[in-house]
């Protein structure tokens, strides 16, 4: 169309008055409150280089002119006219990605190697520590488990002790800055995310504070060298075993497989993550899937919805499907089984 003004997905959040999350602001995806699902959590990603925008919790999606139509109740020709002939804010631009910032991860078992000789390289702190012991786990499990912290000083000398073995060019959470390896850092506490093999896929990071979005994934995307982090699927207990728990969350599924004697567990990353669930499942020739997710499942739609999926996705396969109900005053299945030890 002759004349057309691409439109800022800020510029449409602003004027709609979306509540932006500070720290995410400069990033590629500024996260914000979702006003479709009232999310409170900071699940709207608004893609400042697409200028699209996404809710990971209620799925809503579009760009600028749709986020402003759907908010102010004007169709899109209106919104566009609204948007286009108002006064534009000055948002720094983003730059273009370069060539390799959409490379795909190296593969599995190179992954693999230079995340256990990473991990291998680090520390657990006694805050971390006392953190794991407190959810259940032995000390013989929190080491065959590889949790670390993320190194507040010394990092430069683990990289370059990395680097020196490997090559870390597209590896999730590594990148270089002005041709020195540098990795994501954040304070808390890293979790490998393996494969029924063993293999570590990924990390994601358990953080400190009182952030709303405790977990992150160990990530380099849009850097140089760097890459994405995808939303891998965690298997840990007894791969042998004929019944599989199906719950939300690495940590959640290592600490309900040893307070259950070792149960397989699968842990899907988020409940807007179930691809490649079957493949894992169908994979590992298990007969029976015991969904247990949160008791929130039971008041909150987007769970339950998930819920709903996994069973569909479970009686495809032709397994046998069971969902799993504890107490509600305890949140997660690792709480409930938790209590019963204590008891």
Known sequence: MSGFIEIPILEAAKRVGLRLRFCS?????????CPFCEDTHYHLSLNTRKNLFRCNRCKE?????????????????????????????????VPEPKPNDEQEPKPLHIRHDIYYDFLSLLELSVEHRENLLARGLSEERIARNMYRSIPADGACEVLNTLSERYD?????????DNGKWVMYRNSGFLIPVCTAEGYIQGLQIRLDGNEHRKYRWFSSRYQ??????????HV????SNKTACVTEGALKADVASSLSQDALFVAVPGIN????????????????VVEAF????HRNPHVARAVEEIEGIVLNLGLEY????????YKGIDDYLLSRTAG
């Open 322 to 329: 069971q969902s799993c109900n504890w107490n509600s005053s």
């Open 294 to 297: 949160d008791m929130d499942k």
């Open 224 to 233: 140089e060298n760097g890459t994405r982090a995808y939303p891998w699927i």
């Open 61 to 93: 999606s579009g760009n600028s002119v749709t986020l402003y139509a759907k908010l102010m109740n004007v169709d899109n020709a209106a919104a566009y006219r609204e948007l286009a002939e108002g006064k534009l804010y000055a948002i720094r631009p």
């Open 236 to 239: 840990t207990g007894k791969v």
């Open 25 to 33: 602001a400069g990033y590629v995806e500024v996260l914000a409150h």
């Open 273 to 288: 993550c179930l691809n490649g669930l079957s493949d894992v499942l169908k994979g590992m020739g298990v007969r029976k």
């Open 168 to 176: 870390l060019t597209v590896i999730p959470g590594f990148y270089t």
